[in-house]
T-cell receptor, first 113, second 111 residues
Framework: DSGVTQTPKHLITATGQRVTLRCSPRSGDLSVYWYQQSLDQGLQFLIHYYNGEERAKGNILERFSAQQFPDLHSELNLSSLELGDSALYFC????????????FGEGSWLTVV | QQQVKQSPQSLIVQKGGISIINCAYENTAFDYFPWYQQFPGKGPALLIAIRPDVSEKKEGRFTISFNKSAKQFSLHIMDSQPGDSATYFCAASPGDDKIIFGKGTRLHILP
């Protein structure tokens, strides 16, 4: 158990809908990272927050947004969902600056039908 | 652009053999090189990591070899077991909170 909690574990929704994925980082971790992993694909970096502020953006679609709250949990919002958004979404957390190891949650399986 | 190139994309090894996965990087500012192991349906988990001040780090059957001049590092799995079948990701970090992942290697150990 990495200490990173993601909910929901599985989600099935229809095209055009909006979903929110939630992540609680490890105790004491200030950084939260979001990754997308499609079938047979690597880890696609989406976005990184540090202590509530956006630090870096990767290949995140405009239909997607994220935020990190004062209690350090984070949410990834996916809207106007398309079939191609079906993937495993991972959250990872780390202590923050100058600390390089990040720890992944179990992921949220999103299926868009 | 910061990149980490990983090879091979997939690898099949006989039980008891040595599995070798290679990674190369370009940015000389990278100073931390972790490897992650991912089983199907699970999140990647830190396996072993190295800093460039050493050329090798061993933990059990897993060894990282690091060649600073060539900007390459590799993961060796000795006496590979079917339970080692997983996807392996190398990564590199420039010493802040950024981390760059390779594209992954799917390893299958034949029983």
């Amino acid at each position: 158990d990495s200490g990173v909690t993601q909910t929901p574990k599985h989600l099935i929704t229809a095209t055009g809908q909006r979903v929110t994925l939630r992540c609680s980082p490890r105790s004491g971790d200030l950084s939260v990272y979001w990754y997308q992993q499609s079938l047979d694909q690597g880890l696609q970096f989406l976005i990184h927050y540090y202590n509530g502020e956006e630090r870096a953006k990767g290949n995140i679609l405009e239909r997607f947004s994220a935020q990190q709250f004062p209690d350090l949990h984070s949410e990834l919002n996916l809207s106007s969902l398309e079939l191609g958004d079906s993937a495993l979404y991972f959250c990872a957390s780390g202590q923050g600056r100058l600390i390089n190891t990040i720890y992944f949650g179990e992921g949220s399986w999103l299926t868009v039908v | 652009q910061q990149q980490v190139k990983q090879s091979p994309q997939s690898l099949i090894v006989q039980k008891g053999g040595i599995s070798i996965i290679n990674c190369a990087y370009e940015n000389t500012a990278f100073d931390y090189f972790p490897w992650y192991q991912q089983f199907p349906g699970k999140g990647p988990a830190l396996l072993i990591a190295i800093r460039p001040d050493v050329s090798e780090k061993k933990e059990g059957r897993f060894t990282i070899s690091f060649n600073k001049s060539a900007k390459q590092f590799s993961l060796h799995i000795m006496d590979s077991q079917p339970g080692d079948s997983a996807t392996y990701f190398c990564a590199a970090s420039p010493g802040d909170d950024k981390i760059i992942f390779g594209k992954g290697t799917r390893l299958h150990i034949l029983p």
